[in-house]
């Protein structure tokens, strides 16, 4: 039959059990706004009972474990939603600086340098030989050249920019999941030897967080030691401690530095998907590349055009008219070299305002003028204007659909983050609840250790008789 001493035990038990429980609901409390961090609470069981003769008697409580209120599967979505999350976000980040850019409509922007540059021609339509006007068409096409080197040089070194942004991530991603791999061997070193690893799993956990936005990324645990594997665009990066990294290759592509990201194992280059990674390199490696293709086109077109008309007509020399034909306006290939020739640039009589070379005629300067209206691009359905005012109309069309998708992907990840956080989250009523509970069990049960103890006493007194 249990003695005294056992009714000591139990109670001993209690006030133990109850104590770790005023503990770990002050260190949910505590952490209340620790980032990454997951409820726990203590799960109670009854210690082994005593088999005697007279029946079975209980014993008392231990403490079975302290879980964390965490669902994998809430995870994976979490992380999931992420992924678009962080692609979208740099996206629009990247499309709202190229509108910056290119500031459109503006009185600033390339569209108004043609614009200013086709109405200088129409006014030496009307006055030819007149050398101010010359002047003013010349400064105005050197502006027009200059505007497109400088919209070509803007959006080349938001591509260079872009290289060092992904080689930032790549840093950033490797550091992660080097910290992910020390876990890994923490967590499983501790809970090998049957103790919680809590705190060290909401640590892991939130570097997947930020890892999800970064990247295209999975993680699935080994219910047999705790560890975490970790792949990326469907290779595995992390398993338990061995930790591989994503390695960046410099190549020099047309005069042009090329940043790739390469499996370390198959030395092959990553196929990203998603992520802020996959945001800077879509940047990089489609939209820029297609707005400068859309401006090279532009200026070609319109030094081939111009200078077909321009080199039909003739100019001043020494205030008389002159048969200086054959003489291009404008010289290079494309936006970044369009420039004018050192004969214009040089003298503005050079100028091909006539057709016959007569003084007073002004047809040349027509047709000149009349470029602005014809349609040259696009399957001759377009005019330079038109052409341009489609690029900025396209690009701002694409921005707009993707800030209204960042928009509704921040409402799904904030709303599955929502509604993880009423799962693991720290609520501070239920904790007070938790706590008045733990802290009357705790009297309670030093109520009977302090009974058992008066009772002791007694059996002590008796035995001295």
Excluded: C
């Excluded at 039959?1 to 109670?11: D, E, S």
């Excluded at 990454?36 to 203590?42: A, D, E, F, P």
């Excluded at 060092?164 to 809970?191: H, P, Y």
């Excluded at 290939?333 to 040089?346: C, F, H, R, V």
Aim: no cysteine; proline share 2%; aromatic share 6%.
């Amino acid at each position: 039959m249990p003695t005294l001493q056992n009714a000591l035990f139990i109670g001993l038990s209690g006030l133990r059990a109850n104590q770790q429980g005023l503990n770990v609901t002050g260190h949910n409390v505590s952490n209340v706004n620790t980032e990454g961090y997951t409820r726990q609470k203590i799960i109670l069981e009854s210690n082994k009972p005593l088999k005697v003769k007279e029946g079975i008697f209980g014993t008392g409580v231990n403490v079975s474990k302290i879980a964390r209120f965490r669902d994998a599967f809430i995870d994976r979505q979490v992380r999931a939603e992420n992924h678009l999350l962080g692609d979208l976000e740099k996206q629009a980040e990247s499309m709202q600086l190229i509108e910056g850019l290119l500031n459109e409509p503006s009185d600033l922007g390339l569209h108004n340098a043609i614009k200013n540059f086709f109405n200088s021609l129409q006014d030496l339509t009307t006055n030819p030989e007149s050398s101010s006007v010359r002047t003013t068409v010349r400064e105005q096409g050197r502006a027009l050249a200059r505007m497109f080197n400088q919209t070509w040089s803007q959006l080349e070194r938001i591509s260079e920019n872009k290289n060092f942004e992904i080689i930032d991530n790549v840093s950033k991603i490797n550091v992660i999941l080097q910290q992910v791999g020390k876990l890994n061997l923490q967590i499983a070193s501790t809970e090998a030897l049957g103790k919680e690893a809590n705190d060290l799993r909401d640590k892991r956990d939130l570097l997947l967080d930020q890892l999800s936005r970064l990247v295209d990324m999975s993680a699935n645990e080994d219910p047999a030691n705790g560890s975490m594997t970790v792949s990326i665009a469907g290779q595995s990066f992390v398993v338990i401690g061995e930790v591989n990294q994503l390695e960046i290759l410099s190549e020099n592509v047309e005069g042009k530095e090329m940043i790739k990201i390469i499996n370390p194992e198959t030395r092959s280059e990553m196929k990203i998907s998603s992520g802020k990674l996959h945001g800077m390199l879509d940047i990089r490696d489609r939209l820029i590349p297609n707005l400068k293709g859309l401006i090279d086109l532009l200026a070609s077109t319109f030094i081939e055009e111009f200078n077909q008309v321009h080199r039909q007509g003739y100019g001043l020399k020494g205030g008389r008219s002159s048969p200086q034909t054959g003489i291009d306006f404008f010289e290079g290939t494309d936006a970044q070299t369009i420039a004018l020739t050192p004969e214009i640039a040089n003298d503005p009589g050079n100028i091909a305002a006539s057709k016959s070379g007569a003084p007073g005629d002004n047809n040349n300067a027509l047709e000149m003028a009349q470029l602005r209206n014809k349609g040259v691009l696009n399957n001759d359905s377009f005019t330079f204007e038109d052409f341009y005012g489609s690029l900025v109309s396209t690009l701002g069309l694409e921005s707009e659909s993707v800030q209204s998708q960042l928009s509704n992907q921040e409402r799904v990840v904030e709303h599955v983050e929502n509604f993880r956080e009423s799962i693991i989250g720290v609520n501070l009523d239920e904790e007070l609840v938790s706590m008045i509970r733990f802290q009357k069990a705790f009297g309670a049960n030093a109520r009977v250790i302090t009974t058992v103890n008066e009772l002791l006493g007694i059996v002590v007194l008796l035995g001295k008789y």
